[in-house]
């Protein structure tokens, strides 16, 4: 069964950091483009990271860059988002996705071009 699984949410207060971890079980991500979005309450979900099979590069949502980081370890099978000076408006519940497809990197992927998805992890940003 080819499946994603996130882990890693919870409830931090503003200023604080979280690591998510998204584990792939059932296929390989070594050929895959991976990216994490968010869909907040009320919300359309967002694209926020993207990063390249070998993990050369990244790209990122302008409400993330330079708090966020993604990165991957391919012989783990999974893809890390590192969430640091967190705000209130990033609650959000946390997707991370993947597919094999030609990306070298400069602009986000939106999630149609994504073709597998993990069920999501809560990330609640409050004092």
């Known amino acids: 069964q080819l499946q994603l699984v996130e882990s890693g949410g919870g409830l931090v207060q503003p200023g604080e950091s979280l690591r998510l971890s998204c584990a792939a079980s059932?296929?390989?991500?070594?050929?895959?483009?991976l990216g994490w979005f968010r869909q907040a309450p009320g919300k359309e979900r967002e694209s926020i990271a993207t990063?390249?099979?070998?993990?050369?590069?990244?790209a990122y949502a302008d409400s993330v860059k330079g708090r966020f980081t993604i990165s991957r370890d391919n012989a783990k099978n999974t893809v890390y988002l590192q969430l640091n000076r967190l705000k209130p408006e990033d609650t959000a519940v946390y997707y991370c996705?993947?597919?094999?497809?030609?990306?070298?990197?400069?602009?986000?992927?939106?999630?149609?071009?994504?073709?597998?998805w993990g069920r999501g992890t809560l990330v609640t940003v409050s004092l």
């Open positions: 996705a993947a597919r094999t497809i030609y990306y070298t990197g400069g602009y986000l992927l939106t999630g149609d071009n994504m073709n597998y």
């Open positions: 059932g296929f390989s991500l070594d050929d895959d483009t």
């Open positions: 990063i390249t099979k070998s993990g050369s590069r990244a």
